[in-house]
């Protein structure tokens, strides 16, 4: 083995990093000092800053992606949704999208996606709706937005809300248009592995502000009171809306069932930080995301990516890669071959209704269970698909030596 072999066999592409900025670190110690550390001055700073960011009038900040899509779920229960209710989602996403509808008092329905796209296949959606639906939750797959004209106008059609599972689209736009501002609502992580971070947390993107009102008061158990910033972001700030005229304090009446779900000030400091550098974190993941869809085309066709459209921006959240039917190896075989190599990798989840049990074996209020083979694009993918990281730690060099172990994998089946 050559000199420059020997170096290259030490580069690894880790999964994910997190950037926690001297911006974030001067916060933080402010915090310390003052002791403000639950839902503040600085999760208000975090909202507005996101909420500018995608282009929405209101964010609302809690405490994990899931909760973000719990939560946007929970406020249809104000625009006269009842519990059993259904709501369309794909069979293909992190297992937090399902789990969502189900914490939230919903029963989930499943569509097939496609598989070139990883997002629900449109043309599939109408079969699914029953007087039961009350919302469609597309999810904006690994970065790449969902076919939303389809979906908005099949909504519209029937009167149904949409909520956007953006949780790995950060930075993504459909025809112009931001990732988690064209629905009624969006729901985004800002989990580690996501491009804007809090190191844990989640937050709600909507234009309507009733919405936004009723998200504030499910992330804090239901709250009836004053919803207003003030009395929501800032400790100790008196607001004259707080008090009824009778001089109860309303803050503890409960108007709906809420949550515990609250992003606390440590978490907003690291996402105000974060989202100083985030046209650098963009871009650097952009250039890595660019770089491995033009050099991945060589492996085709027994391992595949998805293709950037022209209408479409994708959030560079993580390089995905599919087996082609005819690759004569498995998933697991080349997985195992990046991560003692080179990579880390994740599988890029499966379907939920049929190869997850926790959804196998669920007994919902009317949950009707599936069976293998409902979902076969889904299931293809949970069999086949891994994703590796794109994140801004990474460089060519790094991206170079993942294409390089690749070529050798593929050399050494012969191909
Ligand atoms: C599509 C999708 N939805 C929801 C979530 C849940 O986010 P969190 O892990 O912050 O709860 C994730 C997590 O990465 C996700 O990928």
Redesign the pocket.
Known sequence: MGIEEKVMEKIKVPFGTIEITPKAKRLIREILKTKNVSQGKYVGQFEKRFAELVGVKEAVAVS????A?TIALAVLYDCGAERGDEIIVPAL??V??AN?VVHAGFNPVFVDIKRDTYNINPELIEDKITRKTRAIMP?H?MGKPAEMDAILDIAKWHNLYVIE?A??AHGAKYKGRNAGSMGDMG?F???I??IITTG???IITTNNEHFAEAARSLRAHGREGCLCKKCQNIPGEKCHKRFSEEGEDERFYFDRIGYSSKMNEFEAAVGVGALESYDKILSKRRKNLAYLLGNFRRFEPFLRTFYEESHETIGPHAFPILLGEKAPFSRDEYSRFLNDNCADTRDTFASIPTQYKSFINFKGNGYQNKKLGDFPNAEYVGDNGLHIGVHQGLHKKELDHFLSVTERFMKEKGL
């Open positions: 994990s992606g899931a909760d899509d996403s992190f937090a999208t969502a999810v797959l599972d949780a790995e729901a992580s800002t989990y592995a996501h844990e947390g989640g």
